[in-house]
């Protein structure tokens, strides 16, 4: 079932390179072309069971690798506090508008561009 393709997806990424070359194909077929395993059989030129047994145990140690290392939660959770520090930086500078303390503009920019970094929004 695809209702995790999120998850998968963040997994992949971060763990992708644990996985055979066509584990890696497999798996990207299912999950981020859309391809049923039957398609993805007819493809790959392997059985539907074949591909599905693929794909499974590519879930599989994506999952048991997060279990042990925690990696997409802790990114999650960091992300989470980037935009954090990215709003309460935006609100200081929203209020030095007024007052016009030109190193705390300077200051609230570089957090900003900081943070902009960190998100990938650059």
């Known amino acids: 079932?695809?209702?995790d393709t999120f998850?998968?997806?963040m997994l992949f990424d971060f763990y992708g390179d644990l996985l055979t070359d066509k584990q890696k194909e497999l798996f990207d077929l299912y999950y981020n072309e859309d391809l049923s395993l039957s398609e993805i059989a007819e493809q790959a030129d392997i059985s539907r069971q074949g591909v599905?047994?693929?794909i499974v145990r590519a879930e599989t140690i994506l999952r048991d690798?997060?279990?042990r290392l925690h990696l997409v939660r802790r990114y999650g959770?960091?992300?989470q506090r980037v935009r954090r520090i990215a709003e309460e930086a935006a609100y200081i500078n929203r209020a030095n508008a007024q007052i016009k303390n030109y190193e705390i503009a300077e200051h609230i920019g570089e957090i900003l561009?900081?943070?902009r970094e960190?998100?990938?929004e650059n």
Do not use: Q, W
């Open 65 to 67: 690798t997060e279990d």
């Open 7 to 9: 998850t998968m997806s």
């Open 77 to 79: 959770g960091v992300e």
């Open 118 to 120: 960190l998100m990938g």
């Open 113 to 115: 561009s900081l943070t």
């Open 52 to 54: 599905r047994d693929a």
């Open 1 to 3: 079932m695809k209702s």
